[in-house]
């Protein structure tokens, strides 16, 4: 612009300005890290009263504050003595990606907790029976349906989301026969009666 | 975890073949992960259950919920009802 001899052209009109970036952020790029947060609000309930009823008494259980909300890391736990299996990851995902300290700190009420479940309880990629039993053949080196205690105890601690050795202990009391060998089907099944 | 991308992992423990676990393999992670993923719903529901050895059978017939002598986590669930 040629300047006539202005001062900078005051007047600029007063518009609302759409939040001037004050030279810090270089591009308003979320960069979602590990995968986008799953938008909750557009879930719908599908759950009948009684439903309800029944997640609302389990999730009181877990209040151990009294403010009828629960925090971040007990909602994996939570879903899982409700019957089902999410991942980490998969949770992690319905809370917005959160840090290690959101996870112990902060607190969710029922009624965001409910489409969480939901989410969960419509996932597609659920296992079952099967799914389980052929992720174990995998290491079943000779074909005869069972799988070395031992290797299977290194898999679960060295690979997906790890498990501990106290948490994998736990898990298979009872079931390395004399040879340290474990029969998967049978293993599977005693899994999934509870 | 020194050596876990190499070769030849001179680890001294020829039991188990660790060479065969494949560390790196987006579909054997998942696959782990899926698994892991039950055996953890499996435990928190067993550590759910009142404690008394006998599997299936949570409740005692007079109606009373054999709550665990020890502290207790005092997290009952209303196992009457079925949540699958």
Known sequence: MAPKKDPKAPAKKAEPAPAPAPAAAPEPAPAPAAAPAVDLSSVKIEFSADQVDDYR????????????????????????????????????????????????????????????????????????????????????????????????????????????????????AGQEDENGCVNYEAFVKHIMSV | MDCHNQEECSRPQEEEDIMDIPLDDPEANRAAAKIQAGFRGHMTRKKMKPEDKTEGEEVSSTGDVLHSSQGGSGERLPSHHNYA
């Open chain 1, 57 to 172: 008494e389990a999730f009181g259980l877990f209040d151990r504050v009294g403010d009828n909300k629960v925090a971040y890391n007990q909602i994996a736990d939570i879903m899982r003595a409700l019957g089902q299996n999410p991942t980490n990851k998969e949770v992690s995902k319905l809370l917005g990606n959160p840090s290690a300290d959101d996870m112990a700190n902060k607190r969710v009420e029922f009624e965001a907790f409910l489409p969480m479940l939901q989410t969960i309880i419509n996932s597609p990629n659920k296992a079952g029976f099967e799914d389980y039993v052929e992720g174990l053949r995998v290491f079943d080196k000779e074909g005869n349906g069972t799988v070395m205690g031992a290797e299977l105890r290194i898999v679960l601690s060295t690979l997906g989301e790890k498990m501990t050795e106290a948490e994998i202990d736990a898990l298979m």
